[in-house]
């Protein structure tokens, strides 16, 4: 495992100068006074310097928690990557990068449900069913959202398929296994970051379908507004929730080191 992480690391570092060279060639593309822009910017950024954090917590922490911790890198390294392609196609043609989010959430979404599994696993005994259950919710949620909205399927009918998925998360993180083994058996801190994560899949997921049900359903919306409210909702979702499993991890390690 550390020498996973550390492989993580190089490679991540090594991203990141990628990154930072391709974009010194092209930062002539982005126009003073495009927010959109800069908040694709902010983003890409802010996740790729999470993602050395995360590992580095992994590193230092390390043992069971390493697992999760390197889950959530993996979540803001993928969706770095995207960011920065995501950003080239807003400056370059002013358009929403559709395929390239719904190619990130295909991948971060079910790493983000996993670590409700692995927080509990590093905690108690699961089965491997809230796993499963999880993973099946996200398919059905994303799967149908997309050919709705590339056009594939009616939109109305990809969003109705896509909200039961979600539901059946929710309905998981709030009344099935997953809540009953936080509830009964996970020390306190990480009882608070269930609880945390539970309410962004609930609070900060929403932003996604009420997106798309402005710009598909209700005759459609200013394209900057949704990348914008698209890009802060990330945030929440991909960098604070690794924080809430962070917080989860650092105090569960240093109860344990003070016992
Ligand atoms: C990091 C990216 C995240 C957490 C993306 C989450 C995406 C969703 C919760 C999407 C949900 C949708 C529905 C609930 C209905 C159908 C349309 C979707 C796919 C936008």
């Given at each position: 495992m550390q020498k996973m992480i550390k492989a993580m690391l190089l490679l991540s570092g090594l991203t990141v100068s990628q990154i930072s060279l391709a974009a010194s060639n092209d930062s002539?593309?982005?126009?003073?006074?495009?927010f959109v822009g800069y908040s694709f910017w902010l983003i890409s950024m802010a996740l790729a310097a999470s993602t050395i954090f995360f590992l580095m917590e992994a590193l230092r922490l390390?043992?069971?928690w390493a697992t999760s911790l390197t889950v959530s890198a993996l979540v803001t390294f993928i969706a770095a990557f995207h960011y920065f392609y995501m950003r080239d196609v807003w400056v370059t043609?002013?358009?929403?990068p559709t395929d390239f989010r719904y190619i990130d959430w295909l991948l971060t979404v079910p790493l983000l449900m996993i670590e409700f599994y692995l927080i509990l696993a590093a905690i108690a005994t699961v089965s491997g069913g809230i796993f499963w259950r999880l993973l099946i919710g996200t398919l059905v949620m994303l799967v149908p959202g997309y050919m709705g909205e590339a056009g594939y399927i009616n939109a109305t009918v990809g969003f109705v398929i896509g909200m039961l998925g979600w539901a059946y998360i929710l309905y998981e993180i709030f009344a099935g296994e997953a809540s009953k083994v936080a509830a009964g058996q996970a020390p306190p801190a990480v009882q608070k970051a269930y609880g945390l994560m539970k309410w962004t899949v609930t609070i900060g997921w929403a932003i996604y379908p009420i997106g798309y049900f402005l710009g598909y359903l209700a005759g459609g919306t200013d394209e900057g507004t949704l990348n914008i409210v698209y890009n802060l909702a990330d945030v929440l979702n991909k960098i604070a929730f690794g924080l809430f499993i962070w917080y989860a991890a650092n105090e569960d390690s240093n109860a344990k080191s003070h016992a």
């Open positions: 002539a593309m982005l126009q003073s006074g495009d390390g043992g069971k043609t002013g358009n929403t």
